[in-house]
């Protein structure tokens, strides 16, 4: 019935379930970090908040841009390629293996409690997640939901029984932090297993260095705009524990990972809406321009909503899913609560960009605010703490709109009044 429904519009059958799936995913890993936060209390919770902060701030090193380059070179085709998958995923693999590499060297330094080993462990379950993040790339691209959901349980089946047992026999940092390790990497691995079996492929690594080199040439200006957008999402956490309390740090991801959950809604969107902009942009301005409508008169309402629930619900939120222990992050919350109706629209504007081919511009503008928010960081932190880093990611969202939406604007006007107005496709 369900799919009956949706038959006459591919492209939001296609997002209803791509929403359904990452409302299972994130809504799992939250699910996740109640549970941990109540059994470690928040002073523990917060080393573990920074622990997660951390790597995921090298998340980006594990594909650099090339995933979003996955899913528009298969809009674009139209059709599915399979020497592009293991082109992509082996140069995935190398990348890994450089992260690392790097963070080996690095952990010692960036983790000022003790037991530094903690973050290497953190670094393998983003590891995990991340190959799972491709092959839902990829099946985004090809517009196989069956197959995405599959993979999703596998691999979320195994973290959620291996870090429930470890919270029920093992309840400190340390058994949390190795449990979620070892089921994030076991998980992904038979969830990649299944994902070859199904597609009829054999993984063997034998890199086509050049065409590593092309993917990297179109990835990077992506990857690096995903870099600093990373970057200055995390910083706040990061900041506040070198200048507060590891129990700041906790209120805080308390209040980050309620407003973390806003994503799932534009990143469910858009990473099904890529392809499909970058076909109807291959089809014409009007085409185009129709199918944005389309898509921003589902993402507006969304954020509105959204923000109006996270902002008068915050108490409500915070003592039923923490506790009275975690009231520091009610004030945190209702500011993050305006953060995530930027980030709705911020969603939708940056990955037009990437579909019309302005990547570099998108990376300049990424590391602008990344400066931004280092600068509101460093002057709001040390007097605000916790709130101070919420105030400071607000700030950096709302340059970020402002900067990516006059561009887009000026764009459009200028190519508008060009003869034939046949694209803004080109550089």
């Known amino acids: ?34 549970l941990i936060a109540r059994r470690l209390g928040v002073t523990e919770f ?12 090298f998340y980006i090193f594990t594909e650099l841009g090339t995933h979003l380059q996955l899913i528009k070179e298969q809009g674009e085709k139209r059709g599915k390629n399979e020497k592009a998958w293991k082109d992509f995923f082996e140069l995935k693999l190398a990348l890994m293996g450089c992260c690392l590499i790097l963070f080996i060297f690095l952990c010692t ?40 959901r599959r993979q999703l349980l596998i691999q979320r089946g195994f973290l959620i ?58 990835s990077i200006p992506n990857g690096i705009g995903g870099a600093f957008g990373s970057w200055y999402l995390r910083m706040g956490a990061v ?10 740090v906790g209120e805080y991801s308390a209040a980050f990972r309620i407003y973390e959950t806003t994503y799932l809604i534009p990143a469910g969107i858009m990473s099904v809406s890529v392809p499909h902009l970058a076909e109807a942009l291959q089809e014409g301005p009007a085409r185009f321009r129709k199918e944005l409508l389309r898509l921003s008169g589902m993402v507006l309402p969304m954020a509105l909503i959204w923000t ?94 402002t900067l990516t939406t006059g561009y887009l604007l000026i764009q459009w006007h200028s190519a508008s009044r060009k003869p034939g107005y046949a694209t803004i496709n080109s550089r």
């Open 109 to 148: 330094f960036i983790w000022h409690w003790e037991n530094p080993w903690l973050l290497l462990v953190a670094l393998f379950w983003m590891f995990g997640n991340s190959i799972l993040d491709f092959n839902q790339f990829v099946c985004n691209g090809l517009g196989r939901m069956d197959l995405a």
């Open 161 to 218: 029984a291996i870090v429930l047992g470890t919270l029920s026999f093992i309840p400190t940092l340390k058994g949390v932090m190795v449990g979620m390790a070892v089921g994030a990497i076991l998980g992904a691995l038979v969830s990649n297993i299944y994902f070859y079996q199904v597609n009829d492929l054999h993984l063997s690594f034998s890199p086509d260095f050049k065409e590593w080199k092309r993917i990297l040439l179109a």
């Open 239 to 248: 900041i506040l524990a070198w200048l507060w309390s590891s129990r700041d």
């Open 46 to 57: 917060g080393k573990f908040g920074y622990a997660v902060s951390v790597v995921q701030i």
């Open 308 to 401: 109006l629930f996270l902002y008068f619900g915050s108490t409500q939120i915070i003592e039923r899913l923490y506790g009275a222990g975690f009231a520091g992050a009610v004030p945190v919350l209702r500011v993050l609560a305006f953060v995530s109706g930027t980030v709705f629209v911020n969603y939708f504007v940056t990955h037009v960009m990437i579909v019309i081919s302005r990547q570099r511009r998108h990376a300049l503008h990424e590391a602008i605010v990344f400066l931004l928010n280092l600068v509101f960081s460093v002057y709001l932190i040390p007097d605000r703490a916790s709130t101070g880093a919420a105030i400071a990611l607000l700030l950096t969202e709302l340059s970020l709109f």
């Open 1 to 34: 019935m369900f799919k009956r429904i949706f038959s006459s519009s591919p492209l939001y059958y296609n997002v209803v379930w791509r929403l359904m799936l990452d409302v299972f995913s994130r809504g799992s890993f939250f699910f996740l970090n109640v």
